[in-house]
């Protein structure tokens, strides 16, 4: 059946596809023998994008060995060079050669093998049983399967890193498999992923790369875009391999490291708690989310006259869940306070400034920074 939302962000395509492509290849692969010529037919592929998100796809189904990763039975001895390199600059730079990698789609371990050498504890996963034999044959550590769910679990995980070359163009629900390998990974985890240039195939006219096997067509931006949003911070993406290859590292994303608030937020409280101490009466100017934050999480309810703010929507309203009256300016005049502390973040000196040329030199003012409370006069 048809595809006409995108498999990414599931936007309806373009009205009208980028191009049509009329009796093309049904697959790269499985060729017809003389037997069963007559039996082949052309096929019509429709090359459609994504007004959303971007991404180039195909509208047409995916070919049904698009689990299985088939590569030639030898690559040249100048990719094998290159793949040596590469592999070894990989391994160094993110010290992972006591720790554990995986290929996600190894085929017959024609990469695998080749990482073996600087990562010993390489593993791969791979659909086809024939070609898991294979690897197995060879001494590889392969798992069958196909990554079908976010939380599929892969034997000996969790990794440190993981590759996936030239496989990820092929399978049309992108953000399951992403999201199964990050089930798969330890938090620090690294990632390699290639898939063809389509930067470069705009550039120079290769109408000939579209073929029913791959379905997306991925740009450095729309590349780097479906890899953040499914869990991973992309640390570089670049053209490789004579242009034909776009290469992106990537480090799983973690939760930011929040620990730190909850000690400067008790650090705060008891700032607010001494100063409000030392006086009889208390107001608080500014209104704001912060300063509405500030008055929840420190527990402010009861200590504080009332909140002062200029805006008059706010006005002869309450503070929401604290409760505070909030008033006018000119409150601090006809029903003083002893001391008034600003929360008004970049506005705070400017209120600062009026409330000393403006008020009793008598009411002390101190201003909620970023690092406390510092006492102004």
């Known amino acids: 059946m048809s595809q006409n939302k995108c498999r990414i962000c599931g936007s309806a395509f373009f009205k009208a596809p980028l191009i049509r492509m009329e009796n093309m290849p049904g697959s790269a692969q499985n060729f017809p023998d003389a037997d069963s010529l007559g039996n082949d037919k052309g096929i019509d592929l429709e090359v459609c994008q994504c007004p959303g998100c971007g991404i180039v796809q195909l509208s047409n189904d995916p070919v049904p060995y698009y689990r299985e990763v088939i590569r030639a039975a030898a690559f040249s001895e100048e990719m094998k060079q290159f793949r040596l390199q590469q592999f070894e600059q990989f391994a160094h730079r993110y010290s992972l050669e006591n720790k ?29 049983t024939v070609s898991v034999n294979i690897c197995k044959d060879s001494g590889l550590k392969v798992q069958q399967g196909y990554i079908d769910a976010e939380k599929f679990l892969i034997h000996d995980a969790p990794f440190n890193a993981f590759f996936i070359l030239n496989f990820l163009e092929h399978l049309p629900d992108i953000n399951t498999v992403l999201r199964g390998i990050a089930h798969n990974l330890t938090d620090d985890a690294v990632g390699l992923i290639e898939v063809p240039n389509f930067d470069m195939i705009l550039r120079k006219n290769l109408f000939s790369e579209f073929i029913s096997d791959h379905l997306f067509y991925f740009t450095e931006e ?15 993406c670049k053209a490789v391999w004579h242009d034909y290859l776009l290469s992106a590292v990537v480090r799983k994303r973690c939760p930011v490291d929040i620990s730190d608030f909850s000690g400067f937020q008790s650090k705060l409280k008891d700032e607010l708690h001494e100063f409000i101490g030392r006086y009889k009466e208390v107001a608080i100017w500014g209104a704001g989310h912060q300063a509405l934050t500030v008055l929840s999480l420190a527990g402010l309810s009861g200590k504080i006259k009332y909140v002062v703010d200029s805006a008059s929507f706010k006005q002869n309203k309450y503070t929401p869940a604290s409760h505070i009256p909030i008033v006018a300016p000119e409150m601090l005049r006809t029903n003083k306070v002893d001391a008034v502390i600003i929360m008004a973040a970049a506005y705070s000196d400017e209120i600062a400034g009026f409330l000393m040329n403006n008020y009793s030199k ?4 101190a201003i909620l920074r970023d690092y406390g409370l510092e006492k102004i006069n």
């Open 362 to 365: 008598q009411i002390a003012i």
């Open 222 to 236: 729309t590349l780097s875009s479906v890899l953040a949003v499914n869990g991973f911070h992309v640390l570089e």
């Open 100 to 128: 554990k990698i995986i290929e996600i789609g190894c085929g017959c371990g024609e990469y695998l093998s080749l990482m073996k050498n600087f990562v010993p504890q390489a593993y791969g996963l791979e659909y086809s």
